[in-house]
């Protein structure tokens, strides 16, 4: 995914990752839909204000996301970083791993 990201570029996507918990013996599978804005660092400031309303739209047609990130850093979308804010907003019933 990073390596597809352009610093002068507004992309919207989303995408699918299984939430695995297999602490109690019986192995759950739960899907969970992560939204993604990212906004190139090089972006201009009129067209950086735009997004706000292009990621409405997104957000009407991508609805029921677990996770919705608006990014501008490569290291923001890796698989560690984007299980760790899944995890922190898992709730009470946490998985034991992501798969991506």
Sequence with gaps: LAGHLDENRVFFG????????????????RPKFVAITWVGDKMGAMAKAKVTMQRADFARIFQ?????????????????????QLQANAGAHKPSRYEF
């Design 14 to 29: 989303g995408f699918r990752v299984a939430a695995i918990d297999d602490s109690t013996g019986v192995v759950s599978n």
């Design 64 to 84: 029921g996301a677990h996770l919705n990130i608006q990014v501008s850093d490569e290291s923001e979308v890796t698989p560690d970083s984007i299980a760790g």
